[in-house]
């Protein structure tokens, strides 16, 4: 149940692309919308980042040009690495939340692949978009954080990141197995509990998913297979429980 455990559902997650195509292509469509509006916000920001820390950064005006060139640069490299994060999270939540009965169908197809008690119903497209957005909301908390840590000179721009992705992929994996245990009544301090001991393998599969979310069009390819993977990686942990 180790963090490579977790990482190797997302790998199983994929062969469903060899599986069923057809169900996974279904997954695209969402996930692909998504992407275009929040690239364009992307590229708007990073064309703009270097006003933006100006205007940001008025009392380093009469600074000298050095000094001024490091916290101008460095809160720069901050905005543009939380940014990142900021996309990454708020993706997953928004492609969610307007894709909720694309990934229920590709949840429900998957449980039935699986076998055994299958529930009849998922949990609606309104209590997916609200979690979709609870999940954005904490993508920006996050960001927050992500970007104080990188204004620490030297070490921040790498721990902030690194940290981002961590932090940012327990999330989305706790978002995305949550789907099959509320199915099945389960509600949040359910869930953390019967997901206690299963923490390495959350962190594997949600830092690994975010990892190939960063990839240019990764997150398109991947978003269907995460839901896969994640269903598996719910039932292990329901099957894995003492009666």
């Known amino acids: 149940m180790g963090f490579a455990h977790g990482a190797g559902f997302l790998l199983h997650g994929l062969r469903m692309w060899r599986r069923r195509p057809g169900l996974m292509l279904l997954g695209i ?5 998504v992407l275009v509006v929040m ?5 708007v920001g990073v064309l703009y980042v270097d006003d933006l820390v100006a205007w940001a950064t008025p009392f380093a005006d009469d600074w000298s040009g050095a000094a001024r060139g490091v916290l101008r640069i460095g809160l720069a ?6 940014s990142l994060v900021l996309f990454v999270v708020t993706f997953t939540g928004l492609t969610l939340a307007v894709g909720d009965p694309f990934y229920e169908k590709i949840w429900r197809e998957t449980e039935l692949m699986l076998g055994g008690d299958v529930p009849e119903r998922g949990v609606g497209w ?8 609870g999940l954005v909301v904490l993508g920006i908390a996050t960001t927050a954080g992500v970007f104080v840590i990188g204004l620490v ?6 721990v902030g990141p690194v940290l ?3 932090v940012s992929g327990r999330l989305v994996a706790g978002e995305l197995v949550s789907r099959s245990l509320e199915a099945r009544g389960l509600d949040r301090a359910d869930q953390k509990a019967l997901l206690a001991g299963h923490r390495p393998a959350m962190l594997g599969f949600g830092t690994v998913v975010q990892l190939c979310f960063l990839v240019p069009f990764g997150a398109v390819l ?4 995460a839901v896969v993977g994640s269903t598996m990686l719910a039932r292990e942990a329901l099957d894995s429980r003492v009666p």
């Not at 309104?126 to 957005?133: E, H, K, M, N």
Request: no cysteine.
């Open 29 to 33: 469509v969402p996930a692909l919308l």
């Open 39 to 43: 690239v364009g916000l992307l590229v």
């Open 77 to 82: 490299i901050a905005l543009l690495l939380g």
């Open 126 to 133: 309104l209590r997916g978009a609200i979690d979709g957005a």
């Open 153 to 158: 000179p030297v070490v921040g721009p790498v």
């Open 164 to 166: 981002g992705v961590v």
């Open 222 to 225: 991947m978003m269907p297979a």
